[in-house]
């Protein structure tokens, strides 16, 4: 296996990690040198020659292979047997529905929410219960870390030039999740996408940060996704349609569980309950335009359809807290994308 | 003990890019405007078009959208400015 990357020849251990900083490499947080036996072993476990293009970045013409991935992979900390699912989110990427140019550069600042779905999951003890979104899990920390790498070193998203978030978020660093496939009252995520339950498969979404609302006084599912819809109505990117996803937790999976409501019941009552008036979002200065006498007749639904609003099965099994996350943009400029991990 | 580590970052390799020669004047050239669809970009075109066509001379100008600010101009209307245009303005309005 021939690496083709230039070299870097330095003293010692902590040489090599104060020189990925002066070099403007890292995220802010110390990495883990990129060394031809760690970044070889990142390839052998992907199934992937270090020349394969993994993604063709066509607003900044730039070219991922491989071998640039593995090196990220590497410093961000990632064992090698998660380099599959890296690949699979690369590939996901250069999806033109996913549109790269528009979230990685807009001043929203999204970042790329990953959902991983399928028996790889469980192999690579990615978290789905408790802290979803918080620290603490070696994948959940460093798969979306290596993303991130890629995107800044790769592919040129630095802050202050091609990202150029005004606020951004936490999940910036990483924001990499599973489905709690076992517990949850819905078939597996990706099912939803044309994939098997048995199969592999990574969801990708250029999303804000996750919104949380507590709901501990209805034991129904109508009185939790009021509580939802009322957080929602006027949400970032209201009126401009973008997809959402909304991640329940344990309690709430138990509700809708018990309930026997399935994830279109879900969609169907969230899409029809967070409907505004024209009139309310000229209001609120989300739509343009002078207020007409119409518009307080007229509504607007927060997704253009109800599969608009990704239903996932995640997070603590104690707790009455759920979360909704808004995408960034519009359809027109960026959807969520499935991709399947295939395993070597 | 010394240690080799590997660039992370994207290698630039050489590439040639032809550029149109640009006008000398814009006395009787067509504008093509590029609307981003960020609220207002069509009104900042079109006050760019009109003291292009005032002041210098142009002739006349086609304004079209894009599908989205972070999109390149989609086939249709490259194929159109190609057609009806010799100039673009393209600008981020919001």
């Given at each position: 296996m021939e690496l083709k990357s230039r070299r870097h020849t330095v003293s010692d251990l902590a040489g090599a990690i104060e020189l990925c900083y002066t070099n403007g490499w890292t995220d802010g947080l110390p990495v883990v040198p990129p060394t031809a036996e760690r970044i070889e072993a990142m390839l052998e476990a992907g199934g992937?020659?270090?020349?394969?293009?993994?993604?063709?970045?066509e607003n900044r013409q730039v070219s991922v292979t491989a071998e640039k991935v593995a090196i990220n992979a590497v410093m961000a900390g990632c064992k090698a047997e998660y380099m599959p699912v890296i690949a699979a989110t690369v590939e996901a990427l250069a999806d033109p529905l996913y549109g790269y140019h528009g979230p990685a550069t807009s001043t929203g600042g999204a970042a790329v929410f990953m959902l991983v779905n399928g028996p790889i999951a469980a192999r690579l003890e990615l978290n789905s219960g408790d802290n979803l979104f918080g620290p603490g899990w070696r994948a959940n920390a460093t798969i979306g870390r290596a993303v991130r790498l890629v995107m800044r070193n790769v592919i040129g998203t630095l802050p202050g030039e091609?990202?150029?978030?005004?606020l951004g978020h936490g999940g910036k660093y990483t924001f990499c999740i599973a489905e709690n496939e076992q517990n949850s009252p819905w078939a597996a995520f990706h099912t939803t996408r044309g994939f098997r339950a048995d199969q592999n498969a990574v969801t990708i979404f250029a999303a804000y940060a996750p919104h949380q609302f507590s709901n501990r006084l209805s034991a129904t599912p109508e009185g939790v996704l009021a509580t939802a819809c009322a957080h929602m109505?006027?949400?970032?990117g209201s009126a401009r349609q973008p997809q959402y996803a909304m991640v329940f937790a344990g309690e709430h999976q138990t509700i809708f569980a018990k309930a026997g409501w399935a994830r279109e019941d879900v969609q169907r009552y969230v899409f029809e309950n967070t409907k505004n008036t024209v009139a309310e979002l000229k209001r609120v200065h989300m739509l343009a335009g002078e207020l007409a006498a119409e518009d307080e007749k007229t509504m607007y639904t927060l997704v253009e359809q109800p599969q608009d609003l990704l239903v996932v099965a995640a997070g603590g099994r104690a707790g009455v807290q759920s979360a909704f996350i808004p995408g960034w943009g519009g359809k027109n400029g960026s959807q969520s994308v499935t991709r399947e991990i295939r395993l070597p | 003990m010394a240690i080799q580590i590997y660039d992370p970052t994207t290698e630039v390799a050489d590439r040639h890019i032809a550029f149109v020669r640009r006008p000398?004047?814009?006395?009787g050239v067509r504008i093509g405007l590029v609307d981003?669809?960020?609220?207002?970009s069509d009104q900042l075109l079109l006050r760019i078009a009109g003291i292009l066509e005032r002041d210098?001379?142009?002739?006349a100008h086609l304004i079209r959208k894009k599908k989205s600010a972070g999109a390149a101009p989609h086939a249709e209307i490259v194929e159109e400015y190609k057609a009806n245009c010799d100039v673009i303005v393209a600008g981020v309005g919001d």
């Open positions: 992937l020659e270090p020349g394969h293009e993994l993604a063709f970045i091609l990202d150029r978030s005004a109505k006027i949400s970032a | 000398q004047s814009l006395k981003n669809t960020k609220h207002n210098h001379g142009a002739k």
